[in-house]
C-alpha cells in the first residue's frame, strides 16, 4: 500500500513531509503526487524535489489510495468538496495535518465510512525531528493508525492521543519552535548584553541548550533536579532565578500556551459547523 502517496497542498509542511519520505526512502519522487495552485511553487518541487505536481486536488484522489491534507483550515470545506465525489471509503486513507478541525468536520463532508486520521506535527520535521501527534475517526481502523504512523516516522516521533487533547498539542508542540526560538534569542541577547561576541554567545546557548536535553534524557532526571544540580547557595544561579520568579516567568509561559490552547479551539468554533 505505500507504492505511492498523495499530497494535497504544497506548503512548508507538504515539502518537509516531501523531503522525508525521499530522505528515508518511502517513497521515490514519481510516486509523490502534489496539488498546489501556485504555478511558481509547483515549478520548485518539481525542479528541487523531482516530484510530480498539479493543479487539480482531484487528481490526488483518483491516483492515490493514501491523501494527506496539508492546506490551511480556512479552505479545507472548499478542498473537501472538490474531492468528495473521487473518494472511495473501501479504497482510501484521508490524512488531516490542519490545525483546530475536529474529525468530525472531515466525516460530514466525505462519503460515509471513509477512514481518517487527524495528525498534529511541528516545523521540526523539516529536520526530521518532530513529534507528530495523531487521533483515528470513527472509520479508521488499527491498520489505517499504524499505517499513518509509519508515513509520518519519516520526520520524526509518534504518539496517540485522544481527538479531545489535540488542541493541547497544538499549542504546546505545534507552536512550540517558536517558544524556544523566542527563549534562544533572548539568551543570545543576553550574552551581548554582558559583552559577549555574537558568535560566542550563540555557540553557548544552542550547545547548552542541547546538553541539557541530552542530560533530562540520559538520566531521566526531571526539570526540578536538573535546576536544583545548578543552583547553588547564594550563588549566579540563584541570582538569576530569584529574578525569572518574581517577573512571573513561568506563569507568563503558561498563560501563553493557554493563549494559543483557547486560539486552537476557537479556530475550530471559527471554521467548523455541525
Given amino acids: 500500500m505505500l507504492n505511492r502517496i498523495g499530497i494535497i497542498g504544497g506548503g512548508q509542511m507538504a515539502e518537509a513531509l516531501i523531503k522525508g519520505f525521499l530522505d528515508k526512502e518511502m517513497f521515490t519522487p514519481q510516486n509523490i503526487l502534489v496539488s498546489e495552485p501556485l504555478a511558481e511553487r509547483r515549478q520548485y518541487l518539481e525542479e528541487y524535489y523531482g516530484v510530480i505536481t498539479t493543479n487539480l486536488n482531484s487528481q490526488i484522489t483518483e491516483r492515490n489510495e493514501i491523501v494527506i491534507l496539508a ?5 479545507m470545506a472548499s478542498v473537501l468538496r472538490e474531492i468528495k465525489d473521487h ?4 479504497r482510501h486513507l484521508i490524512i488531516t495535518i490542519a490545525a483546530g478541525l475536529p474529525l468530525k468536520f472531515y466525516e460530514k463532508r466525505l462519503p460515509e465510512g471513509t477512514p481518517i486520521v487527524r495528525v498534529m506535527l511541528n516545523t521540526c520535521a523539516l529536520v526530521h525531528s518532530s513529534i507528530s501527534a ?3 475517526g470513527s472509520y479508521a481502523s488499527e491498520e489505517d493508525i499504524k499505517l499513518t504512523e509509519k508515513i509520518f516516522s519519516v520526520v520524526g516521533e509518534i504518539i496517540r492521543v485522544e481527538e479531545d487533547l489535540l488542541d493541547a498539542v497544538t499549542a504546546l508542540s505545534g507552536s512550540g519552535p517558536a517558544y524556544v ?3 534562544i534569542e ?3 541577547d543576553a550574552g551581548l548584553r554582558c559583552g559577549l561576541p555574537r558568535v560566542i554567545a550563540e555557540k553557548l546557548v544552542f550547545s547548552t541548550l542541547e546538553g541539557t536535553i541530552k542530560l533530562a534524557k540520559l538520566t531521566q532526571k526531571n526539570p526540578y533536579e536538573i535546576k536544583s544540580m545548578v543552583t547553588s547557595p547564594g550563588g549566579t544561579t540563584i541570582s538569576a532565578l530569584e529574578i525569572l520568579y518574581r517577573k512571573g516567568f513561568t506563569g507568563i509561559v503558561i498563560e501563553a500556551i493557554k493563549e494559543a490552547w483557547k486560539r486552537s479551539q476557537q479556530i475550530r468554533e471559527d471554521f467548523y459547523q455541525e
Avoid: D, R, T, Y
Fill in 71 to 75: 492546506v490551511k483550515p480556512q479552505v
Fill in 87 to 90: 473518494i472511495n471509503p473501501q
Fill in 134 to 136: 495523531l487521533a483515528g
Fill in 181 to 183: 526560538a523566542l527563549f
Fill in 186 to 188: 533572548a539568551l543570545i
